[in-house]
């Protein structure tokens, strides 16, 4: 049954720390793409990854990191220096470029 | 410029009739659009793409496409309770391997 998990489901975290969300595909796609989505705001680009080993910057990288070391895996840090991490984070793969994104079911991380 | 605009406000439509979502886009190289629909609470789920000008028809929807006038619609025939959902239009930067999101419209079928 291929698709796209994505860890935990809700993700509680105090202020200072930092946490890892977690995003794996057994879709066999190439590129991965980590996005944040606030309430009444459309999806915003953290990173993306179109092969292992590779990543680039999206459009609100700070305070974020990833590593790419599987095809399967695509796992993000929220760090402490990201200041407002409230948010719904929605873990997405695709074939390439300009082909389909699909997207997990995400994670809904709240900072107490 | 906002990258890509969508109706501003939720649409009502009664059922069975039909709704009609369009959005704009800003970068004139983009190729590949693809519409998605977003239940509350939940994840994006792709429900069409599209990317040659003109219509694509599946099942009860209807993507066009125009990119002259950098403008991409979804119709939805037959609305269903179903259907009530936030629809965001996604098109794909010039090859870059990046989907630029619109803020969403929120259709609401009146049953």
């Known amino acids: 049954d291929g698709g796209i998990t994505q860890s935990p489901k809700y993700l509680f975290r105090k202020e200072g720390q930092n946490v890892t969300l977690s995003c794996e595909q057994n879709?066999?796609?190439?590129?991965m793409y980590w996005y944040r989505q606030d309430p009444g705001q459309g999806l915003r680009l953290i990173y993306y990854?179109?092969?292992?080993?590779?990543?680039q910057k999206g459009d609100i990288a700070e305070g974020y990191s990833v590593s790419r070391e599987k095809k399967e895996s695509f796992p993000l840090t929220v760090t402490s220096a990201q200041k407002n991490p409230t948010a719904f984070y929605l873990c997405a793969s695709s074939q390439g470029s300009g082909l389909e994104q699909f997207f997990g079911p995400g994670t809904r991380l709240t900072v107490l | 410029q906002k990258e890509v605009e969508q109706n501003s406000g939720p649409l009502s439509v009664p059922e069975g009739a039909i709704a009609s979502l369009n959005c704009t886009y800003s970068d004139r190289g983009s190729q590949s659009f693809f519409w998605y629909r977003q239940y509350s609470g939940k994840s994006p789920e792709l429900i069409m793409s599209?990317?040659?000008?003109g219509d694509k028809e599946d099942g009860r929807f209807t993507a066009q496409l125009n990119k002259a006038s950098q403008y991409v619609s979804l119709l939805i025939r037959d609305s269903q309770p179903s259907d009530s959902a936030t629809y965001l239009c996604?098109?794909?930067?010039?090859?870059?391997?990046?989907?630029?999101f619109g803020k969403g419209n929120q259709v609401v079928v009146i049953p």
């Open positions: 879709l066999n796609h190439d590129a």
């Open positions: 996604a098109p794909e930067g010039n090859g870059n391997n990046r989907l630029a």
């Open positions: 599209i990317y040659s000008n």
């Open positions: 990854s179109q092969i292992v080993n590779d990543f």
